[in-house]
């Protein structure tokens, strides 16, 4: 007899959206906490997302021409040192060797928070002339950063992502290619995550720590909190200068290289649970989902059940969908609970009398609808409902975005639309920093960016009363 064993309840979302999150990202099994505060288990499950997203990444980078790299895991300390801005800006992250076995180092290794330094100092071996450029590489690794608070996925102090590094003869080379990059993040997103973005340029207060620009792609979660999803970075020349790195150009005139970076980390993983679920759990994007179908027999212990179940699920596989079939002695609603709170994007029933009738019923994830297929060509019929779903999850999380920008024209107006709707506002804005401070310090919210295609919705600071001659998207981030 199957068992009827009952799936644990998620906290209601609207209820307490925090305890939600920590509800899914551990009830479905993707992440568990270690023993180091800060530092987290990725489980099969979790780290399944992470790696679908990880292949669709390295194949756009390879398709624009980079190359996969590994640099060193620590830094010295006198590297690190060699540019300002950068050191300033991730000393209080770093975390340090001072020992090799028992013996104390004559310098303190950093493990790396990011690798720009190593890259600088390898390119300053190894590139001499123009023909040396352009240099398009890219790492898959784990960079520490010591975080005071941290959060499932959102916030590790260690974590996985990738780091692409490029150097460039011209400044318009570098900066086509910082934007370029940020590009593929977008879509990314947009037609793999189901998450519409919003893009643009991070403010000077905002931006990477040794940056000239940080372009930016900015998500909206369900609870109207923004989430920065990837940056782009475009140095000019300033680390080429901090480490010697030259070129001859075809003039024969010695130059230095202009260089860039972009990363794409294990957040956007919180960013597809935060954007897609629900009540009942995760939702996942299918292009991003470990299992994009899984049969459950109804009725299994009946005769040919099971077997048939059995060739469903490899004739999904042999289209190329990522099928399984649960064989477990669970009963059917458990089973059905359990993997819509996992987020799978199609769950097949077949009983007996689907058999008879040579269809099964396929019921989505992303909105519950229930759709009958023939077993005969049911790769296409399971194919298409995955398309629809893609179609559902972005409209819906793209119609969230559009309900809940806002704009505002006064401080006050930004006060009160933070404090009773959250979302994004919308304002003009001066440029000036201070003002920038300000809206953070009195009203709580920072600038996600300032958008491409600006258009222009009022001529005033709200922080300031000046004139006004850019935009930008404010918000509560994560």
């Known amino acids: 007899m199957a068992k009827d064993k009952k799936v644990e309840r998620i906290t209601d979302m609207d209820a307490d959206f925090a305890q939600w999150y920590t509800d899914v990202v551990t009830r479905a099994e993707l992440i568990d906490y270690s023993g180091v505060k800060g530092f987290y288990v990725l489980r099969p499950y979790g780290y399944a997302i992470w790696e679908n997203i990880q292949a669709e990444l390295d194949r756009r980078f390879k398709e624009t021409g980079h190359e996969n790299v590994s640099m060193p895991l620590l830094i010295p300390e006198s590297l690190l040192q060699k540019e300002k801005d950068h050191v300033e800006g991730f000393a209080p992250e770093c975390a340090w060797v001072t020992y090799g076995g028992a013996e104390e180092l004559e310098e303190r290794l950093c493990i790396r928070p990011t690798s720009e330094t190593l890259f600088c100092e390898h ?41 692409g590094h490029t150097l460039h003869a011209t400044a318009e080379e570098a900066i086509e ?36 620009r940080t372009y930016t792609i900015e998500c909206m979660m369900h609870d109207g909190k923004a989430l920065q999803n990837g940056t782009s970075h475009y140095f000019g020349d300033g680390f080429a200068r901090a480490f010697g790195i030259t070129f001859s150009d075809k003039n024969n005139t010695l130059q230095y290289p202009h260089e860039t970076s972009w990363g794409y980390a294990t957040r956007s993983i919180g960013g597809v649970i935060m954007t897609h679920g629900d009540n009942s759990g995760l939702v996942l994007p299918p292009g991003v989902a470990p299992v994009q179908a899984v049969v459950v027999p109804v009725a299994s212990h009946k005769p040919g059940v099971l077997e048939r179940a059995r060739e469903l699920c490899e004739t999904l596989k042999r289209a190329g969908l990522r099928a399984k079939t649960d064989e477990s002695d669970n009963s059917p609603g458990w089973k059905f609970a359990e993997h819509e709170m996992r987020g799978v994007p199609v769950r097949l029933e077949l009983g007996p009398r689907d058999i008879e009738g040579g269809k099964c019923v396929a019921v989505r994830r992303a909105d519950g609808a229930k759709i009958e297929i023939p077993l005969e060509g049911a790769a296409e019929g399971v194919r298409a409902i995955l398309k629809e779903a893609h179609g559902i999850m972005f409209a819906r999380a793209k119609a969230r975005l559009d309900e809940n920008t806002r704009v505002a024209s006064s401080l006050d107006e930004v006060k009160s639309i933070i404090a009773e709707k959250g979302g994004f506002i919308v304002t003009p804005w001066c440029g000036d920093e201070a003002c920038e401070i300000r809206m953070k310090e009195d009203a709580g919210v920072t600038s996600r960016c300032i958008p491409f295609g600006q258009e222009r919705v009022g001529d005033v600071c709200p922080a300031c009363g000046r004139t006004a001659d850019k935009t930008v998207v404010w918000g509560v981030a994560y």
Do not use: I
């Open 123 to 163: 390119w300053a071996r190894t590139v001499e002339s123009w023909r040396d450029l352009p240099k398009l590489y890219n790492q898959w690794c784990s960079v520490l950063r010591w975080e005071k608070s941290t959060r499932p996925f959102l916030r590790h102090r260690e974590f996985l992502w990738q780091e």
């Open 177 to 212: 290619e910082t934007e370029r990059m940020l590009g593929v993040y977008a879509e990314l997103c947009e037609n793999y995550l189901a998450m519409p973005v919003t893009k643009g340029l991070k403010t000077d207060r905002e931006k990477f720590a040794g940056a000239e």
